[in-house]
Antibody, heavy 121, light 107 residues
Framework: QLQLQESGPGLVKPSETLSLTCTVSGASISNSNYYWGWIRQPPGKGLEWLGNVYYSGSTRYNPSLKSRVTISVDTSNDQFSLKLSSVTAADTGVYYC?????????????WGQGTLVTVSS | DIQMTQSPSTLSASVGDRVAITCRASESINTWLAWFQQKPGKAPKLLIYKASSLESGVPSRFSGSGSGTEFTLTISSLQPDDFATYFCQQYNSSPWTFGQGTKVEIK
C-alpha cells in the first residue's frame, strides 16, 4: 500500500527557506505512471497546489509561486523535496505531499498526513 | 487559473439525511473533477474522480454528477462517519485548483 510521509522543520524564520521532504513507501518513486506533488493549506483557508515532479526530475510549478518554489526528486531514496524561499507569515500552513498520475488522471491520491509549518521569528 | 467555488461552506444535517454539495468551475473542465473527504488532522481521502467514478472502497452512498462547470457530490443517507469537510479539485488545466471546502456538521 502506497504511503507518503512529510518531514522537516515545523518552524521557519521569515525570509529564510522552508525545506520539506516526502518519503514514499509501498511503491517506487521511479514509476513512470506517477507524478509527485506538494499542496499546502493555510490556516482556515483552502488548498493550494505548489508543484509536481516526475521521476526524471522534470517539474511543473504553480505560476503564483514559481519564482520561490523548487521541487526535486531523489530516486535512490524514494524521496522528493520542496524548497520555498523568502518565506513570510503568509506561507504558514499545513504542507501535504501526494501522488498524482500521468495522462488525464491528475487527481491527488494518496496524500501524506501533512506537516504544519509556522513562519515566525 | 480556474476558480472552483463550493457551496454551501457549512451544512448542518442529521444522520440519515440526503445531502448535496455543489462545486462550480469558472470555466468548463469537462468531467475532470475529483471529490475528497477530510477529517481534522487526517490526510484527505479520495471519494470520486472523473466527476462520477467512485473510488474503490468508498461506500456507495457517495455519488458524483455533473460536467462542464457545475458538479454535485451527494451523500444519499448521511452516516456518523461522514461528518467531515469535503472539497473538490479540478484537473482540467494547470494550475490544479481546489474548492474552499464544505464542512458537514451534525444538526
Amino acid at each position: 500500500q502506497l504511503q507518503l510521509q512529510e518531514s522537516g522543520p515545523g518552524l521557519v524564520k521569515p525570509s529564510e527557506t522552508l525545506s520539506l521532504t516526502c518519503t514514499v513507501s509501498g511503491a517506487s518513486i521511479s514509476n513512470s505512471n506517477y507524478y509527485w506533488g506538494w499542496i499546502r493549506q493555510p490556516p482556515g483557508k483552502g488548498l493550494e497546489w505548489l508543484g509536481n515532479v516526475y521521476y526524471s526530475g522534470s517539474t511543473r510549478y504553480n505560476p503564483s509561486l514559481k519564482s520561490r518554489v523548487t521541487i526535486s526528486v531523489d530516486t535512490s531514496n524514494d524521496q522528493f523535496s520542496l524548497k520555498l524561499s523568502s518565506v513570510t507569515a503568509a506561507d504558514t500552513g499545513v504542507y501535504y505531499c501526494a501522488r498524482s498520475y500521468t495522462g488525464n488522471s491528475k487527481w491527488f491520491d494518496p496524500w501524506g498526513q501533512g506537516t504544519l509549518v509556522t513562519v515566525s521569528s | 487559473d480556474i476558480q472552483m467555488t463550493q457551496s454551501p461552506s457549512t451544512l448542518s444535517a442529521s444522520v440519515g439525511d440526503r445531502v448535496a454539495i455543489t462545486c462550480r468551475a469558472s470555466e468548463s473542465i469537462n468531467t475532470w473533477l475529483a471529490w475528497f473527504q477530510q477529517k481534522p488532522g487526517k490526510a484527505p481521502k479520495l471519494l470520486i474522480y472523473k466527476a462520477s467514478s467512485l473510488e474503490s472502497g468508498v461506500p456507495s452512498r457517495f455519488s458524483g454528477s455533473g460536467s462542464g462547470t457545475e458538479f454535485t457530490l451527494t451523500i444519499s443517507s448521511l452516516q456518523p462517519d461522514d461528518f467531515a469537510t469535503y472539497f473538490c479539485q479540478q484537473y482540467n488545466s494547470s494550475p490544479w485548483t481546489f474548492g474552499q471546502g464544505t464542512k458537514v456538521e451534525i444538526k
